[in-house]
Nanobody
Framework: QVQLVESGGGLVQAGGSLRLSCAAS????????MGWFRQAPGKEREFVST???????MYGDSVKGRFTISRDNARNTVYLQMNSLKPEDTAVYYC????????????????WGQGTQVTVSS
């Protein structure tokens, strides 16, 4: 039924860029807020960015100015453009969906993808 499938992760050198995609299916994508979270080894999952159903965007302090979230409702897809990548951005990146507007709370998200690995080398 519900699926969130991340793609676009990989290995990149510091200063480089990656564009992550999350393809959604099985729910009403256009009325859900979408978010990106990440989790590095040994660390708790961290808020990265969210985009509301209407297109409002929010970013965590650590990525603001470097990452851009966007969505294409016609394709049921949310994107995360990551520029000026740093080794500390290395993590598994997860996309998530919620029908509400508690954008920063992991517990508010109804659906989660399996994650895609992003590794930034120095």
């Amino acid at each position: 039924q519900v699926q969130l499938v991340e793609s676009g992760g990989g290995l990149v050198q510091a200063g480089g860029s990656l564009r992550l995609s999350c393809a959604a299916s099985g729910f009403s994508f256009n009325i859900y807020a979408m978010g990106w979270f990440r989790q590095a080894p040994g660390k708790e999952r961290e808020f990265v960015s969210t985009i509301s159903w209407s297109g409002d965007t929010m970013y965590g302090d650590s990525v603001k100015g470097r990452f851009t979230i966007s969505r294409d409702n016609a394709r049921n897809t949310v994107y995360l453009q990551m520029n000026s990548l740093k080794p500390e951005d290395t993590a598994v990146y997860y996309c998530a969906a919620q029908r509400g507007s508690d954008y920063f709370a992991e517990s508010a998200y109804n659906y989660w993808g399996q994650g895609t690995q992003v590794t930034v080398s120095s």
